[in-house]
């Protein structure tokens, strides 16, 4: 069995056993894009609800990459417990992998998607809607499921109905056809209408369920945000709220060292050799996709207080991962560099003794299914290795996990207080960051002193193998 940190006696916060609860899901989105991190940022709504809540500084995604991060969060087990290292074809949680979020259901909540889920391939001319029973498999009451915008190009959906029946729909193909796949910096507002923007889209059809939702059962509703995921389109007022030479510079590539040892960073797709003003534009447009879905964001929790259940609501915002942006030469995610590793997380639970709270103990992206689970009054028919952040909600003083993991194309990451030590997959210790390194400049991995940490971090990592080598119960 896996230690819990988190396991403390709860005794301060005072939530009704049922609370309703507000998943906010983004793609795409790096840890400092909130305003209340970060200067080049505007999230005044996220940065409100941090006020009544928790952030946490060193949350981690357990895979930097959309699927195998969105079915780890699902799941709450990794990428070697399912099979899925990258993104590809894929059914689905497997035979033998329940969800958070049927557990949930299963505790007698009304459960809803809206939005981009992205936890079962849809490929090739297809609708998604034909796909439904699946989303229903994995929790879900009501769903209306987008794709990305990219996969709304041959993908119909409720969505890409809208945009037929407002004669929008050539335009915005065009537009992603002009963009081509690997022209990152092209950057230039969509072709959609402001009220036909996925995010802008997605949110208002979540918006109009809750306000026509009965209050007779708790409900679980989870908005899946296309965005902030590129192409880089955010419309307008957005694609012009922020001034490209506000923009801070992005961080030098990362020194492997003179015999790096091999890792899937070495054939990396995203990168391009991108100008500093094509840069600092795409940085911009980001900033604007951000304050796009905070704007949102504050609207579906307007809609919650309007119900009068603000006092009754748990509301959670997170991202599966992050986005390079430009850091270290490199655009889109799959590394675990910090820009593509850690992502935000802001924690709202009703009555919190001490809002407005800045945690900084480590968590995962597996821990947030853990927690709406634990305080859903739910369980899982399959073990899971998320660990309820709900101990760190009640006392201050609760220890994080001790250390965090993230796999991608079967390279692994374990980060510590002090280090970050990447393992190839061949089992090779391949790269050591110190963490007063901020930007992440360096491999350290032969210093003189590194040694040492890195045989301590890499039994911790071939330990934690061990204790989550199976997540099936049998």
Not at 73 to 83: D, I, K, M, S, V
């Amino acid at each position: 069995m896996v230690f819990d940190p988190f396991a403390r006696t709860r005794t301060l916060v005072r939530v009704r056993p049922t609370p309703n609860i507000l998943f906010l899901f983004t793609d795409q989105q790096r840890l400092d894009s909130l305003g209340v991190l970060s200067p080049w940022a505007r999230t005044p709504n996220l940065d409100a609800l941090a006020a009544e809540g928790i952030i946490f500084t060193d949350a981690v995604t357990n895979a930097p990459v959309c699927m195998p991060a969105r079915l780890a969060l699902a799941t709450g087990t990794y990428p070697h417990n399912f099979g899925l290292w990258r993104n590809g074809p894929f059914p689905g949680p497997p035979p033998g992998f329940d969800t958070w979020m049927r557990g949930v259901r299963d505790a007698g909540y009304r459960t809803s998607l809206f939005g981009k889920l992205h936890l079962h391939t849809i490929r090739g001319e297809t609708d998604v809607r034909d796909h439904i029973d699946r989303v229903h498999e994995i929790g879900f009451d009501d769903v209306v499921e987008v794709v990305d915008a990219r996969g709304s190009l041959t993908r119909m959906s409720d969505m890409t109905d809208a945009w037929h029946d407002a004669g929008v729909y050539d335009a915005f193909k065009k537009d992603l056809d002009d963009r081509g796949f690997y022209t990152p910096h092209f950057v230039r507002p969509a072709a959609l209408p402001l009220e036909l923007y996925y995010d802008v889209w997605v949110a208002q059809q979540a918006k109009a369920h809750l306000e026509a939702l009965p209050a007779d059962r708790p409900w679980m509703c989870m908005v899946g945000f296309p965005g902030p995921h590129e192409p880089w389109d955010a419309p307008e007022p957005y694609a012009s709220a922020f001034d490209p030479s506000d923009m801070p510079e992005p961080l030098s590539p990362i020194e492997l060292g003179s015999s790096p040892v091999p890792t899937s960073y070495d054939d990396l797709q995203g990168r391009f050799a991108l100008t500093d003003q094509e840069l600092a534009a795409l940085r911009a447009d980001y900033a604007g996709s951000v304050l796009l879905i905070d704007e949102q964001v504050g609207a579906l929790l307007d809609t919650v207080r309007r119900r009068g259940e603000w006092d009754d609501t748990i509301v959670v915002f997170c991202a599966d991962h992050g986005e390079m942006n430009g850091d270290h030469g490199l655009v889109w995610k799959n590394t675990f560099l910090d820009g593509a590793l850690r992502i935000p997380l802001v924690l709202r639970v009703p009555d919190q003794s001490d809002p407005g709270r800045v945690s900084h103990e480590m968590v995962e992206l597996i821990d947030v299914g853990a927690t709406l689970l634990d305080y859903a009054g739910g369980s899982m028919l399959s073990p899971s290795h998320g660990l309820s952040l709900r101990g760190l909600v009640d006392d201050p003083g609760a220890p994080g996990r001790p250390f965090v993991v993230s796999e991608f194309a079967r390279d692994r990451m374990i980060m510590d207080r002090h280090h970050k030590l990447v393992v190839n997959r061949d089992d090779q210790p391949a790269w050591l960051i110190e963490r007063t390194d901020s930007t992440e400049s360096r491999n350290a991995i032969d210093d003189p002193a590194a040694a040492v940490i890195v045989d301590r971090l890499h039994a911790q990592l071939r330990q934690h193998q061990r204790d989550t080598a199976r997540p099936r119960r049998t």
